[in-house]
């Protein structure tokens, strides 16, 4: 059984930084495209960072990037570090396990193939 748990959110001023991490289980990372989704509070859902099936390829949101960054480790673990945080980034972030290409993920509509709880993350001004 596929199972993807999110850790790391939590409150942080504006500039503050945070680390989430997805811990995945019932299969290895390296056969799908991971990635992290948020969903504000009213707002419609935003695929924010993806990392490639091999790790060589990264892409971000407009919106994170230079803030950002996507790893994975040896530990079937994927990573979001943020930094410069701001309180438009307030959101419930979820990882996400995708047989589609880090590319088509962001502009896919459809269902995540798997996704996580979500963690909250709420940064204040």
């Known amino acids: 059984q596929v199972q993807l748990a999110e850790s790391g959110g939590g409150l942080v001023q504006a500039g503050g930084s945070l680390r989430l991490s997805c811990a995945v289980s019932?299969?290895?990372?390296?056969?799908?495209?991971m990635g992290w989704f948020r969903q504000g509070p009213g707002k419609e859902r935003e695929f924010v960072a993806g990392?490639?099936?091999?790790?060589?390829?990264t892409y971000y949101a407009d919106s994170v990037k230079g803030r950002f960054t996507i790893a994975r480790d040896k530990k079937n673990m994927v990573h979001l570090q943020m930094n410069s945080l701001k309180p438009e980034d307030t959101a419930v972030y979820h990882c996400?396990?995708?047989?589609?290409?880090?590319?088509?993920?962001?502009?896919?509509?459809?269902?995540?193939?798997?996704w996580g709880q979500g963690t909250q993350v709420t940064v204040s001004s």
């Open positions: 996400v396990a995708d047989s589609l290409t880090i590319s088509d993920l962001f502009t896919s509509t459809r269902e995540y193939d798997y």
């Open positions: 019932g299969y290895s990372i390296l056969s799908y495209s």
């Open positions: 990392i490639s099936r091999n790790g060589d390829d």
